[in-house]
């Protein structure tokens, strides 16, 4: 048998009338950018999440930048992102003009840890960047705190975290903004490259829709430096399409989860995620933590069972930013890399192939 980690044809041919009609109608009215399809997609993904507003936008990287601009963070700044996770925060602070300073992450919903951040904060702290990682909030209440405290800004990096959900609020609610992407594999994909910001305030809505526009709300109307930065369209109509069936994806995703974690909860030396039964976990990712992690994908890679591993370079030891302290300030991040592994998991995936799965990692640990 051989199971793909992700297989977005599935998805697709589920729905494939309903998507190829959205996309035939932009064809058809030939209104490639901008226009009734892109607001309405805007308007519906904010309502979903509780919040007031959206900025579609042409990834969750572009997503980061804008706000970070738009929050006029730049040369001399510093800004707190963690260690364990995609760079694009990272990049970003770099690209903004500002230094990126890596925190450490806990080790239950491997967010960043609020003890390491406090650490890492200076008289040149502008902001935080948290991930909602794999689907969960993270600690957002203590680190919103902690902004508060030290008057930071908090932008939650919500690339991930699609319809996460903790005591009745969403991404968005907590900082000053969130980001998200759309890219194909997303909880909520495209058919390409997508992003969105969320937030609740009003002007600071309008300020990232100007920087992302060329400066401006409309045509020729250049109030400020900005870039070129906005939701097509066709990915827009594609969108509004899936944005009905997400809740029902979750929920299966939910169910497949279940019972990854209940028949893997008795091997010895395999963790399973951390799930608080009052939050809403997306399970965007499936990820468990063994320290046999190299020898187990191995394991599954010869049984026809594709793996992946978010990630396996974090992101203070890459080569992009090489930092010397590594294994002293990121104790739990250097442990992550080398343990974690993603397991394949979306609504399409067959009884016979959830089975599968879970005999094979049984198999290896016996």
Known sequence: MEIPFLDLKRQ??????????????????HRFIGGEVVSSFEKAFAKAHKVKYCIGLGNATDALFVILKSLGIGNGDEVIVPAHGWLSAAEMVSLSGATPVFADVEMKRFGLDPISVEEKITARTKAIIPIHLYGQICEIEALAELAK??????????AQAHFAEKDGK???????????????????????????????????????????????????????????????????AVLNVKLKYVGEW?????????????????????????????????????????????????????????????????????????????????????????????????????????????????????
């Open 170 to 236: 969403m991404p968005g609610s907590w900082g000053i903004a969130s980001a998200f992407s759309f890219y194909p594999s997303k909880i909520l994909g495209a058919f390409g490259d997508g992003g969105a910001i969320l937030t609740n305030d009003d002007i600071f809505a309008n300020q990232c829709r100007m920087f992302a526009n060329h400066g401006g709300l409309s045509k020729n109307d250049h109030q400020v430096k900005g870039i070129n930065s906005r939701l097509d369209t066709l990915q827009a």
């Open 250 to 366: 979750i929920e299966a995703r939910n169910r497949i989860a279940k019972r990854y974690s209940e028949a893997f909860a008795a091997i010895e030396g395999i963790i399973t995620p951390a799930v608080n039964e009052t939050e809403t976990h997306n399970f965007h990712i499936y990820c468990i933590r063994t320290k046999r992690r190299d020898a187990l994908k191995a394991h599954l890679q010869n049984a026809g069972i594709s793996t992946e591993i978010h990630y396996p370079l974090a992101s203070p030891l890459t080569p992009a930013f090489n930092s010397n302290d590594w294994l002293e300030n990121f104790p739990n991040s250097s442990q992550l890399q080398n343990e974690v592994l993603s397991m394949p998991i979306y609504p399409e995936l067959t009884e016979a192939e959830i089975g599968y799965i879970i005999e094979k990692v049984k198999e290896f640990k016996q």
């Open 12 to 29: 697709y041919l589920s729905i494939k009338p309903e998507v190829d009609a959205a996309i035939q109608s932009v064809i058809d009215e």
């Open 149 to 158: 405290k030290h008057n930071l800004y908090l932008i939650e990096d919500a």
